[in-house]
Every structure is written in structure tokens, then in C-alpha cells.
């Protein structure tokens, strides 16, 4: 039995190594069994690859360049490295090129995806468990196809310890001989000050319950005393405070940080499918019975007119501001 | 409607108002989706499909399979354009796997779609940030919600008529279906609610300054530094 684990430049590795996302990767690889060849594809793949070993991985494949068919690229070198291996399970991230990948690369292979896995049970066969109806719910599948190539839903997993020897032979793979179908013209940076929401370890959102876009505007300063950044409910975009940009929810971004602080946000299950794994959900409402403080683990039943600007002079004061 | 559906009826409306795009044909599997046909119709599209059948499921290869042939019938297509995910099951890949069935190519999260001389252009999530791609059609476009592409409302009249237009209906044996089990990709064991497992500990004072006090020094203690 074998399982592949790929990774890509953007969200694979950093300039430290191996990102966390793939690490968790390597613990869903593990727990499937079998061996793990791990692939790299894109600029630092080469550099990163030998780490791989580290978490488990006996084989390690890069691909630096020749990659400008973007997902076609990517699948069709995927495509190949299975095609030579036959590998039971290919484990890939859940962002943006992920789903594309994933589902392309399990159709052309005969095989089934998984989308979103947030765990899964060793055996024959394995069993995948996936948030379903917003998070409300979650679906344990087994897949009646091979591959079952599935995308992980990232700090889902703990990340891989490391055990093993990270000075693994790097094979570089060839580049795949595919027509250019979809060519980038350019990238604009979203408007956010430096970080993603996805990326974010702390978010103070804000929902209608602000009452009026003099306050909403007013949780940057908030944010900025937490060191986070400011997201937004479907409400608050609906409302014209924020854009769509900063929307946390089922038809926005899906975040996952260690402090959410939901303020004047009632707690839909649109919003609530946003919030992927956060450590410490923190609500603040108006309303005692407001469904947010059933998914919340801190509380208070406040006036956010009051609660938005009282926590900003405390906090300054609290440190020496 | 879903909501990503929605978005993607909406894309589909502006290439056409445009003058890029000549017709807009609309494809539901489902056996109820007559009442949200007749809204994809009031808003403009020009043609409607019904496969009658309910294949709702988080497998979504024989969907995927059945919308195929449905393209295949109808069509010829250029340009097909999908819900990011669906509402129920969120599984996120009917889109991608449908473009792969077909041979085309596709993008994912796309939030506007034109056309430049020739070419079709849209912007898209990327991990790089949000990037413009020109595409080679035939194509599938899965989009997600913006707030450029907010589905228009109908207007009255076209409400009306839209009532009167014909439906093309097509069974499940129309388009050569025999066995769907042999389709299925995969195999639903358990669905269940997820339980709560944290309770809410509720910051209390006598005064609000008390409580926003109290709260202040729990948040900076949560903030990882």
C-alpha cells in the first residue's frame, strides 16, 4: 500500500520549511499507512523535499518549474506519479488549487475525492469523517473507488512529529507536456492590512448587531490591540460596513484562528459554517439568547455600543497604551 | 437557489448582457427544481433543463456523470458555470470533476467573468491573491459569491412569462442511464449532528464597566502574544 502527499509554492512550505499544513499532510498519510512518497511542486520544492523524511515520507519528488499550465500542470504530474505507484490514498491541502487538483486527479484516475477530511479511521477500508450542512453535521464515507484522493481541512490534524531523517534523495521530476488552458495576466493583493483571515490567529468580527458603520469601523483599532484583524458577518456585508472580502461564513472565507471574538453577530448557522477550528470563540451580544453563546466558551450580555469602545480604552490601559 | 448557484446564474447573465455569450441555458437535477427553474428563467436565462431525478448525495459522480450527458443533449456548450459548493452536503468538486469528464478546462472561486477581444477573462482566488486568467473555452467556471455578481431580481412581467415557458424535462432513461450504483464513488455510513461540547462561560459584573474590565484582561490573556 503507498500514499502520496503533495504539496505546492504558496501554501507547502515558507522560508523556515515545511509549512504546518503539510505537516498535517504527513499525519493523515501516516494514520492511512503505508509508505509516503511525498511531491513538491513549484519554486523551493527542491530545497523543502528532503524534510519530507522527517515525517515519514521514504520517497520525495520535485517539480521547480514547467508548471505554467497552473492546476492542468499540477494534475498532470500528479496523474503520472500515481500511474507509476498505484497509491490507495493521495492526501493534498484543501485551499484553492486543492479542490481543482483533487477532484480532477481522482476522475482521471478512475478514483473518488473527499473534500474537507477532519479525520479518519485506520483499516480496510479507511473511514473518512467531513463536516456536512454548514458543520452542523459530519459524514463518515468510504470510498468504493481507488484512489481516494481526499483534501484536508487545515488544523484539523495535529501536525506530524517529526521522527525520521530529513536528509531524503530528491528525485526532480519532468515536466508534463500539457497545452496552456488558463494563463494568469496578474495578481492583485486583496485590500487586507498584511494578513489573510485564513492565515489569522486572532479575528474580531462584527455582525449587524453593530448597529452602524462608525462602530464597525471602529474594530480595527480592537483587532490592532489584539494583533489580529477584522472579518464580518454576511449581515455586516449585506449592510455595506465591509466587503465581501472580510466575510466569515458558509459563502465567505473559513477560518480557523486561536481568538474569534464575535461581536453583535447572532450566531446563523451561515456564519457559524465559517468557523472551521478555532481555539477560543468569544461572544459578545445584546441578546442572552442569541445562538452564538451556544458555540461560544466565553460569553458576556452586552451593549456592543458600550462593549466596543470600553474594550478599547481597557485594553490600551491594560498595556501601558 | 443556492447561494453559489445564484452567483453563477448571475456571471452567466452579465457575459450575456455583454453580447459575449449568445444563450443561457440552465441545468437542474432534481425532481422539485421546477419552481427554481422558472425563477433562473424570469431573470433572463433563455432555456431551461430538468433531468428528473434526485441524485442528492455527498457522491457526486453520478451527478456529475448525469449533468455530462445532460450538456451532451442540450448543447452544444462553450462555457459551463457551477456553484462553488452545494448548500446540503458542501461538497465542493461537482464543478471540477464535471470540466474533467468533459475534457475542459477549468477555474476555480472565479467572482467575474468577461470577455476581452477574443478571450475569455475572470478573476479568481488564487493562493497568490486574487488573480486575473485568460481561459481557452470550452470551459467550466466554478464561482463563489461576490459582491459583483449578487443575482438580479425579476421583474414583474418577466415573472409572468416566465411561468408560461416551456421546460425541457428529461428522464434519467432519456439520456441513457441504467444502473446509477454503478456510478457511485462512494459509500455514506453515518451522518450525525455534531454535539456540543463547549459551555459558555458567561463573564458577569455588577456594573457594564466591571464586566468590560473583567473581559479585557481574558482577551489579552487568549491573545497569543
Redesign the interface.
Known sequence: VSVVVAGWQGSGWNESGLARTTLELFAIAQAAGGSITFVGLGGGATAVAPEAGRYGATEALALETGLEAGADAYVAVLEQVCRDRSPATVVLPADPPGREVAARLAMRLGGVVINDVTAVAGGDPLVWTRPVFGGKALADVVGRRSPVVVTARPRAFAPAPAAGDASLAVAALEPPAVAVRVTSKQVSRPETQGVRLEDAKVIVSGGRGLGGQELFDRLSELAGLLGGVVGASLAAVDEGWATSERQVGLTGKVVSPDLYIAIGISGASQHLAGLAAVKNLVALNSDPKAPIFQVANLGAVVDSREAVPGLIDELRRLRGQ | LG??ERSALEVALKLKDSGAVGRVTVIAVATAATEVLRKALAVKADDAVQVDADLDS????PT?EVLALALEKSGPFDLVLAGRQA???????TG??L???LGW?????VRKSWVDGQEL?AT?????????????TP?VL?V????SNVLRLARVPDLMMAARKPLTKLSLADLGVGDLDRL???????????E?T???????GET??E???S??????A????
Open positions: 447561494p453559489f455527498l457522491d457526486a459522480l456529475v448548500g446540503d452536503w458542501d461538497g465542493g468538486q471540477y470533476l470540466a474533467e469528464r478546462a477549468s477555474v476555480g472561486l477573462r479568481h482566488d488564487s493562493p497568490l491573491g486574487v488573480e486575473e486568467v485568460g481561459i481557452a470551459a466554478v463563489t459569491t461576490d459582491d457511485s464513488g462512494l459509500e455514506v455510513r453515518d451522518v450525525r449532528k455534531v456540543k463547549v459551555q459558555c462561560e458567561f463573564v458577569t457594564p464597566a464586566i468590560i474590565h473581559l479585557a484582561t481574558r482577551l489579552l487568549m491573545a497569543p502574544s
